[in-house]
């Protein structure tokens, strides 16, 4: 597929904000579906942070040495570096002017990855253990051992000690020293780690880099493809395929030594340690031939029915429709369902997966609520979060995946309201027993990451007295209020309605969307 001219545009604005260092998790999320969707447009990006990546060599490297044997590359490129920060910063002034009434959550308690395997691990500073939160900018020196993080875009990395890795984001971090491995699944197309002598954009692949720690790293591409950018004077970014390998240094590339012994090391299995959890579930398929009934398999819950139960529909008319596995449940503006899902309304962590299609002509009245559910939470006053569409166009994108709960929301950047059909997931952790941190939701839509950004309204509204009514019960399609259920419903189809009682990880989500279960072996952690 080739680029258009809008095409271009748009994307010159992506990339520019990925060089200033200010995009935003809407654009960030813009960015990946083009990533994923359009090889031209991985090519365009993966040029665009390589040019960058060259520039700022100009400008800043203070280095002179002997140069290593070059490695001469035909690929010619080109690009228009100048424009970048200034379209950038014409669509984030827009952006930011429309949002001047939110904040967003401090950068210290921004989680972005998560510690999901170690073994014989030794730490510098504060242990760390299989489980643990990563939040944005920690930096990791591992002693010894193995270490795997799994970034919440879905991006896996193990690093080797004596390593030092900084995490910048859910899309990627710098390796300092030591030697890395990055498993990058479909969904993480665009994940990057960086070192000062390159910058490898990942096309959805497997790669190593070794740090030296002296200021030179060697790639070896494992499966797939990578975009490495060179930081050496005058060197160009470089497409490196599988069994293909480079040395980048100040003073510029070359062969890797005594590759085919790294690369058949790096072949070899790694056995790590990893956290286990059984995870409560319930599952509505909505796969009944007929009736208003909604049958809920239930897993590791209480023997209490979580059955879910249609309303507002005449006697024998059908609430069925073909759907994205077998049959769907239909909501025309006026049905919905409620089931009991017991500690559904606790402070404790869920995630809500599930298909849904928004018919293209969906009145902005029927944007509330896909599901929804009242809290018995302090931080939350009582009040209900809801899965929603976004239907205020000064707060983000309209149609795109919207959660809102009391004192802010968290919005992602693809528009639902398209007639087709779309995985949804949401990783809401209110955190009540963290009263100074902020909530934290993760949103996954087609399985990419949305957003990891809650942004607060400057009045959250008071809290409501627990109504024990409301305790634990989902609601398909229809919206509560502090006073209860309200008027408005929900219009669209909704298939596969999964609700786990802790945060999923990416490749868990991933699961559901593909095989409509988790894996037979989960990773897990408290949040």
Not at 208 to 222: S, W
Not at 232 to 240: F, K, Q, Y
Not at 392 to 415: K, M, Q, V, Y
Request: aromatic residues 6%; charged residues 25%.
């Amino acid at each position: 597929m080739s680029l258009s001219d809008r095409d271009i545009l748009e994307l010159n604005e992506l990339c520019g904000a990925v060089v200033d260092g200010t995009l935003t998790e809407a654009q960030r999320a813009r960015l990946s579906a083009w990533l994923l969707e359009s090889e031209a447009a991985r090519r365009f990006y993966a040029r665009a942070l390589g040019q960058s990546a060259s520039l700022h060599a100009y400008a800043g490297e203070l280095h002179a040495g002997t140069p290593d044997v070059m490695v001469r590359e035909s690929r010619s490129r080109r690009f228009w570096p100048y424009a970048l920060p200034v379209a950038a910063a014409l669509v984030l002034g827009g952006w930011f002017a429309t949002r001047g009434h939110f904040a967003s959550a401090p950068a210290e308690s921004e989680y972005v990855a998560r510690l999901t395997g170690a073994k014989n691990a030794r730490w510098a500073a504060a242990s760390l253990h299989p489980g643990d939160r990563l939040e944005k900018n920690r930096r990791l020196e591992l002693t010894a051992g193995l270490a795997e993080i799994t970034f919440d875009s879905g991006a896996r990395v193990t690093i080797e000690g004596p390593a030092s890795l900084a995490i910048a984001s859910a899309w990627g971090g710098t390796l300092h020293r030591g030697i890395l491995k990055a498993s990058v699944p479909p969904e993480a197309i665009g994940f990057q780690i960086s070192h000062p002598a390159v910058e490898v954009v990942d096309l959805g692949t497997e790669f190593t880099m070794i740090a030296d720690g002296r200021g030179a790293a060697e790639v070896l591409v494992l499966k797939g493809e990578v975009e490495a950018a060179p930081r050496s004077r005058g060197a160009e970014s470089i497409l490196m395929r599988e069994r293909e390998s480079r040395r980048f240094a100040a003073s510029g590339i070359s062969e890797v030594a005594d590759r085919e012994r790294k690369f058949a090391l790096l072949h070899e299995p790694l056995l790590l340690d990893r956290v286990t959890l059984a995870t409560r579930l319930v599952h509505w398929s909505f796969d009944e031939a007929g009736g208003t009934l909604l049958r809920a398999v239930s897993t590791g819950m209480p023997n209490e029915s979580s059955h879910a139960q249609v309303y507002g529909a005449a006697p024998g008319e059908a609430v069925r429709v073909e759907g994205r596995r077998d049959r769907a449940l239909r909501l025309d503006g006026e049905r919905y369902a409620r089931a009991t899902v017991p500690g559904l309304s606790s402070g404790g962590p869920h995630t809500i997966a599930f298909w849904v299609r928004v018919p293209e002509d969906a009145p902005l009245s029927e944007a509330y609520s896909i599901v929804t559910w009242a809290t018995r939470s302090k931080k939350l006053g009582n009040r209900h979060a809801g899965i929603n569409w976004n239907r205020d166009r000064t707060e983000g994108p309209l149609g795109a995946l919207r959660t809102d709960f009391r004192g802010g929301h968290a919005i992602g950047s693809t528009s639902l309201r398209d007639g087709r059909w779309h995985h949804i997931a949401v990783c809401f952790a209110p955190g009540e027993d963290q009263p100074g941190t902020p909530v934290r939701v993760r949103h996954y839509v087609d399985g990419q990451l949305e957003g990891g950004t809650t942004f607060a309204s400057r009045a959250p509204g008071p809290a409501v007295e627990e109504d024990p009514a409301l305790a634990d019960v989902v609601w398909i399609g229809r919206r509560l209020g502090p006073s209860g259920p309200r008027t408005e419903r929900f219009r669209g189809d909704i298939d596969e309605l999964f609700i786990a009682d802790r945060v999923l990880e990416p490749h868990e989500i991933v699961s559901l969307m593909n095989d409509n279960r988790l894996p037979a072996v989960s990773l897990a952690a408290k949040e």
